[in-house]
């Protein structure tokens, strides 16, 4: 295709096609056989036990296209397991068990589905495979509190440091610590019971490292005690926001008295592998093809851009009026992923999420642009608080918002993205697309 197609496909449609082509580079249907067939090459199918697990918004999805895949490839092979993923994202599967359960904030769903997959690891022998079915939101959906701990001080831990706008990763280091199954723990038991266990992973971390997917439940841990309770000084989160099994545990950690997560030394001799089968800097190469065929060179920013969500709208909107004062040969798109922050203010609902957040953020920023379009949107299909992925805006978006009197920053201050593009019909819904590879932003920058 060539410049005309710019043409003759509306902005919208631009901006709508290049995120679709992000997320379909990371459907489970399409990746998962690949890896089976790397991982499994002809005549080595597994034997003994074929236990299947795994948690996260795409695992139910990696669990239908593993289930169809051994139907044709091994036969022979008796799949039987549990996988838990988020409410409203399941699949259709006949031998795998998938659980619906709670989402950023665990819940008791979760806690059982998790204890079922501890119990069915811990009833591996010697000659039997391990399958984990790994992606995004694994980490609250895998909540098994060590000893001591209760689903509800899970919850509470999980929804303060949702509060302090501590970013993913540092969640995750603290998750890991309070976790029978976290931070390597799941893999370490089908260690213990001499099976081999293979990992798939989709990512939807900054660095695709498989200790920050879902937290790691098969992978090596680089964290310690003290980082998580460094994360809780750093956000000043205390007795009265941290329940006190919760600082018990971690300090009891400290002092040795319980065992840390997993460590390379732990894997010395294990059949144990990690294949990180999609990414977000995939996903956003695919998207850099499709608008490269409508005319537009694509310029990737990167898979790694976080902070606050507000305060990436701004950055970027600087970025694009450098690129603005240049001259432009070709009409560009600027494509970017990673994982902002929202911060919410004591006292502040808010409606939305990070993408829509970063949206209008650079929206506000960009009012003297008036052909400036821009999406933002999770490539799992949920943005936040509400079912939508994100938003989008274009020219004819901001003359829209023009004419019914909406001031961008009085929704920024009150953190009702959602309610802004609402007011404009320029949310992205795609409901749950099934896989999780972090989020998705592209800006079109037209001559």
């Known amino acids: 295709m060539t410049q005309k197609n710019t043409q003759t496909i509306s ?21 998962v056989p690949q890896y089976l067939a790397k991982i499994f090459p002809a005549g080595q199918q597994p034997k003994g036990r074929c236990l299947v697990v795994g948690a996260g918004k795409a695992s139910a999805s990696m669990a239908s296209a593993l ?21 409203g994202h399941a699949s259709p599967t006949s031998h795998v068990e998938i ?27 010697p000659g039997d495979v391990l399958i984990a079915l790994v992606s995004g939101g694994g980490s609250s959906l895998l909540t098994l509190p060590q000893e001591g701990i209760s689903i509800d001080d899970m919850r509470k831990t999980t929804e303060a440091l949702l509060r302090s706008g501590a ?28 099976a081999r266990v293979e990992a798939l992973l989709i990512s939807d971390v900054t660095g695709d490292s498989p200790a920050d997917i879902a937290s790691g439940p098969c992978a090596a841990d680089y964290s310690t005690y003290q980082d998580a309770l460094t994360i809780f000084e750093k956000y ?88 603005l004062s240049k001259k432009m040969d070709k009409p560009l798109a600027l494509i970017s992923g990673g994982e902002c922050t929202v911060t919410i203010p004591a006292g502040v609902k808010g409606r939305g999420g990070r993408c829509s957040e970063y949206l209008l953020s650079l929206f506000a920023a960009t009012k003297d642009l008036p052909h400036l379009s821009a999406l933002a949107a999770d490539t799992d299909g949920i943005d936040g ?17 023009t004419d019914q009197v ?35 932003r592209i800006i079109l920058l037209d001559k």
């Open 11 to 31: 902005t919208e449609t631009i901006l709508k096609n290049a995120f679709a082509a992000a997320v379909a580079v990371a459907d489970p249907q399409v990746i």
């Open 67 to 87: 289930e169809a895949y051994a139907t044709s490839h091994w036969p022979q092979v008796k799949l039987e397991g549990v996988v838990l993923t988020r409410y």
């Open 99 to 125: 659980i619906e359960a709670g989402h950023p904030v665990p819940d008791q769903a979760g806690m059982d589905g998790a204890k079922k997959i501890y119990a069915l690891t811990n009833q591996l022998e």
């Open 167 to 194: 970013p993913i990763e540092e969640m995750n280091i603290v998750r890991k610590h309070l976790s029978a199954i976290l931070g390597g723990n799941l893999a370490r038991v089908a260690i213990a019971r001499g």
């Open 236 to 323: 000043h989160l205390g007795k009265d926001e941290i329940p006190a099994s919760v600082l018990v545990h971690l300090k009891k950690g400290l002092a040795g008295e319980k065992p840390e997560t997993l460590k390379d030394s732990d894997l010395v001799n294990a059949q144990v592998a990690n294949h990180v089968i999609a990414t977000a800097y995939k996903s956003l190469e695919a998207a850099a093809d499709y608008v490269r065929n409508q005319g537009y060179e694509p310029i990737i920013l990167g898979d790694t851009i976080t902070g606050e969500a507000q305060d990436v709208g701004i950055s970027q909107a600087q970025l694009v009026r450098e690129h």
């Open 385 to 401: 608080s509400e079912k939508n992925a994100g938003a989008w805006f274009t020219g004819d978006t901001r003359k829209a918002g």
């Open 406 to 440: 909406l001031v961008a920053e009085s929704f920024l201050a009150a953190h009702d993205c959602f309610g802004f593009f609402a007011k404009l019909g320029a949310l992205v819904e795609t409901g749950p697309t099934l896989t999780n590879v972090n989020d998705f």
